[in-house]
């Protein structure tokens, strides 16, 4: 079993930074790809960004340029570095972690940030 706990998040005006972390415990060990995803209320779940354990990356279109995801292994951490912040990137931001078969296999408990105008 791997958990995941996410930090970083919060409150920042538009045009501003944060970065989140996320720490894999447990079977950490095991885990290939890791992830961020984000939701607003009344949407569906958005892939922000991935990375494999090879260093390789995907991201959505809303966040190419701005967001930038990477992983320490020796940490068992993904980071999710967002800079020019707008607010539509409000939002409860998941970690991920385990894709397997086209299904995530973990999951974090989620991080608020918001993005104030």
């Known amino acids: 079993q791997v958990q995941l706990v996410e930090s970083g998040g919060g409150l920042v005006q538009a045009g501003g930074s944060l970065r989140l972390s996320c720490v894999a415990s447990?079977?950490?060990?095991?885990?290939?790809?890791m992830g961020w995803y984000r939701r607003v209320p009344g949407k569906q779940r958005e892939l922000v960004a991935r990375?494999?354990?090879?260093?390789?990356?995907d991201y959505a279109d809303s966040v190419k340029g701005r967001f930038t995801i990477s992983r320490e292994n020796a940490k068992n951490t993904v980071y999710l570095q967002m800079n020019s912040l707008k607010p539509e990137d409000t939002a409860v931001y998941y970690c991920?972690?385990?894709?397997?078969?086209?299904?995530?296999?973990?999951w974090g408990q989620g991080t608020q940030v918001t993005v104030s105008s």
């Open positions: 447990g079977s950490a060990s095991s885990i290939n790809t």
């Open positions: 990375i494999n354990s090879g260093g390789i990356t």
């Open positions: 991920a972690a385990g894709f397997i078969g086209g299904l995530w296999r973990y």
